[in-house]
């Protein structure tokens, strides 16, 4: 082959200008995509094929210029007769133009994407979801000698957090969070930085002829100064009024105010029965054991405080909490938990009118109900009263799945990571939440960041297969769930992971453990439904996601957004059943 004279002949049909001007084409169309795909949602595979389909052009773009030119009449076959100087400096003066054009474009898409991502950026983090100071309130320290006294270190440090929710201009860390440093040794410097606080109250008390004395300690731990130190003392059959007193010192110390003015000030607290204070604190901390309680261990508490003091707020809101907490292990069905937590939420707003945390439960109990419509008004006022109420911005971001929302969805999930950064469970929603979008590429990212952390972390793990049974890595899901270890045989994940990857026999084996754990107690049809789709068992897995409605099943979102039932979502009963809940 003669390369001299393949050049020449290459150059002289503008092969290479056309290749070139093709490029830039192409580089402004994948800039484009890059750019305004993602702003409505769509998934990542879209920008990756336009790759694929742009490549594959690109060769009989190469073949089509080899055979055709510009030519004063337009484009024609290459002949012999226009190879004259006059038409190779047209040609080329016109691929020019469009070289040089495409690439001005696409340096203008370019600056233009970034603008608008840093623009959206600023948005999602800065103001929604990055306040100005984030608060984490430590258990305080019993200094009486006394085991009596001891439910004062989380039950004082509680009462203080939950009078924090009203406040606007800051973040206040979740006790599900901060309560995992009690009796620790780690500096407020090492906590301070797990928790991502910038503010820390640390405190003391002892107890002694039923006064309460309470030394505390308001830290600026980016400044690395005291702002505050106060001693407090009161009766301990007042200890409400000392938990108010604590809030007042920390609103002065930091300036800011509540939503509904300048905090309460010294307006006493309703008189509070000590024991039901104690057994509300008990329940509380029952209910943030993750060793794995079952509800009637932490149901007792509140029961028995509500007996004592029939007034008492907080233990209804206990109750209530409870039922939810349930949901969310999946040890309940959510008609169940609703019909037994509207009572006491009920009751609740009966003492307490215009609380922001009892409207956010309300809020709950209606999303339990599939009654979004109703649900919205209530997580709305639970925003505006109570904008550090953690399960409110988790909850609502469900009800905003089956709206539309995802993108106010995503953001009360960050808002909720921020509130509670160190519960699994908040972790998971986060995660979910970007699979649900189809970001995948995110959602990697955030589990990955989990896992470096803790390459033991279960949750994490799991979700992990999850992400990979998403992308289609069936192997590599199955070797990820491995080191897990435990529940192999008994989580419908790893059951459709089996299937997928030819063991059927022990894919059955799960669903057979499960369908038996089912007849027990509460497990959520929506999971049935996706292990179901793994082994080709479609006219079953409708009939168990007829089983979710009935169930107003909070797993149910699994089934809409996830590939992995994609099988049946052709299917007019699936239809029909999204459709009769995206109209709620």
């Given at each position: 082959m003669d390369l001299k004279r393949l050049y020449r002949e290459l150059v002289r049909r503008n092969v290479f200008r056309a290749v070139l001007a093709y490029l830039a084409v192409a580089w402004v169309l994948i800039e484009a995509a890059s750019t305004i795909l993602p702003t409505f949602g769509a998934p990542e595979y879209l920008i990756r094929g336009l790759i694929y389909l742009l490549a594959i052009g690109l060769v009989f773009w190469t073949g089509f210029s080899w055979v055709y030119d510009l030519t004063p009449e337009g484009i024609r076959k290459t002949p012999e007769s226009y190879d004259t100087p006059e038409t190779r400096q047209l040609n080329s003066r016109r691929l020019n133009a469009v070289i040089v054009g495409?690439?001005?474009?696409?340096?203008?898409?370019?600056?233009?994407?970034?603008?608008?991502?840093?623009?959206?950026?600023?948005?999602?983090?800065?103001?929604?979801?990055?306040?100005?100071?984030?608060?984490?309130?430590?258990?305080?320290?019993?200094?009486?000698?006394?085991?009596?006294?001891?439910?004062?270190?989380?039950?004082?440090?509680?009462?203080?957090?939950?009078?924090?929710?009203?406040?606007?201009?800051?973040?206040?860390?979740?006790?599900?969070?901060?309560?995992?440093?009690?009796?620790?040794?780690?500096?407020?410097?090492?906590?301070?930085?797990?928790?991502?606080?910038?503010?820390?109250?640390?405190?003391?008390?002892?107890?002694?002829?039923?006064?309460?004395?309470?030394?505390?300690?308001?830290?600026?731990?980016?400044?690395?100064?005291?702002?505050?130190?106060?001693?407090?003392?009161?009766?301990?059959?007042?200890?409400?009024?000392?938990?108010?007193?604590?809030?007042?010192?920390?609103?002065?110390?930091?300036?800011?105010?509540?939503?509904?003015?300048?905090?309460?000030?010294?307006?006493?607290?309703?008189?509070?029965?000590?024991?039901?204070?104690?057994?509300?604190?008990?329940?509380?901390?029952?209910?943030?054991?993750?060793?794995?309680?079952?509800?009637?261990?932490?149901?007792?508490?509140?029961?028995?405080?509500?007996?004592?003091?029939?007034?008492?707020?907080?233990?209804?809101?206990?109750?209530?909490?409870?039922?939810?907490?349930?949901?969310?292990?999946?040890?309940i069905s959510?008609?169940?938990?609703?019909?037994?937590?509207?009572?006491?939420?009920?009751?609740?707003?009966?003492?307490?009118?215009?609380?922001?945390?009892?409207?956010g439960l309300l809020g709950i109990i209606h999303s339990f109900d599939y009654d979004f419509t109703k649900a919205i008004p209530y997580f709305e006022k639970s925003l505006e009263k109570s904008p550090n109420f953690t399960l409110a911005y988790q909850w609502y971001s469900f009800v905003l799945y089956f709206k539309g929302d995802f993108e106010r969805a995503e953001e009360f999930q960050r808002k909720a990571a921020l509130l509670d950064p160190l519960d699994a469970m908040t972790d998971i929603f986060l995660a979910i939440n970007y699979i649900f979008q189809r970001k995948l590429s995110l959602a990697e990212e955030f589990i990955d960041s989990k896992l470096t952390l803790n390459p033991n972390h279960m949750e994490m793990l799991w979700l992990k297969s999850v992400l990979l049974v998403e992308k289609g890595l069936y192997e590599e899901a199955y070797e990820t769930l491995l080191k897990r270890k435990e529940f192999l045989d008994t989580n419908f994940i790893s059951g459709f992971v089996f299937a997928k990857i030819g063991r059927e026999d022990r894919a059955k084996t799960v669903l057979r453990n499960i369908l038996a754990r089912a007849e027990k107690r509460y497990v959520p049809p929506s999971q049935i439904v996706i292990l179901l789709c793994g082994l080709g068992q479609y006219d079953q897995a409708l009939d168990q996601l007829e089983e979710a409605f009935l169930a107003h099943d909070q797993w149910i979102g699994w089934v809409a957004y996830m590939s992995m039932a994609d099988p049946i979502k052709d299917d007019p009963r699936y239809t029909s059943l999204m459709d009769s809940l995206t109209k709620q």
């Open positions: 495409s690439i001005i474009m696409a340096v203008l898409v370019l600056i233009a994407g970034s603008f608008w991502a840093g623009s959206k950026w600023s948005s999602q983090n800065g103001e929604a979801i990055a306040p100005d100071l984030r608060i984490a309130v430590l258990p305080f320290d019993d200094r009486s000698d006394n085991a009596e006294f001891g439910y004062l270190k989380e039950g004082l440090a509680e009462d203080v957090i939950s009078k924090l929710f009203g406040f606007s201009g800051v973040s206040v860390i979740s006790s599900r969070s901060t309560f995992r440093f009690k009796d620790s040794d780690k500096s407020i410097e090492q906590i301070s930085r797990e928790l991502g606080a910038d503010i820390v109250l640390i405190g003391n008390y002892t107890v002694a002829n039923q006064k309460v004395n309470v030394k505390i300690e308001v830290i600026d731990t980016e400044e690395d100064q005291i702002l505050n130190y106060a001693s407090i003392v009161g009766d301990l059959g007042h200890i409400r009024d000392i938990s108010s007193e604590i809030g007042n010192k920390l609103r002065q110390s930091l300036d800011i105010a509540s939503i509904d003015g300048e905090g309460k000030g010294g307006i006493p607290e309703p008189e509070v029965n000590i024991e039901a204070f104690k057994l509300n604190a008990l329940g509380k901390s029952a209910m943030r054991d993750h060793t794995g309680q079952k509800l009637e261990d932490i149901t007792k508490y509140f029961e028995a405080a509500i007996e004592l003091d029939p007034d008492y707020v907080d233990p209804y809101i206990g109750m209530a909490e409870a039922y939810i907490f349930d949901v969310n292990r999946g040890y959510p008609t169940e938990a609703a019909r037994k937590a509207r009572s006491y939420a009920l009751m609740a707003e009966k003492l307490n009118p215009g609380s922001g945390e009892v409207s």
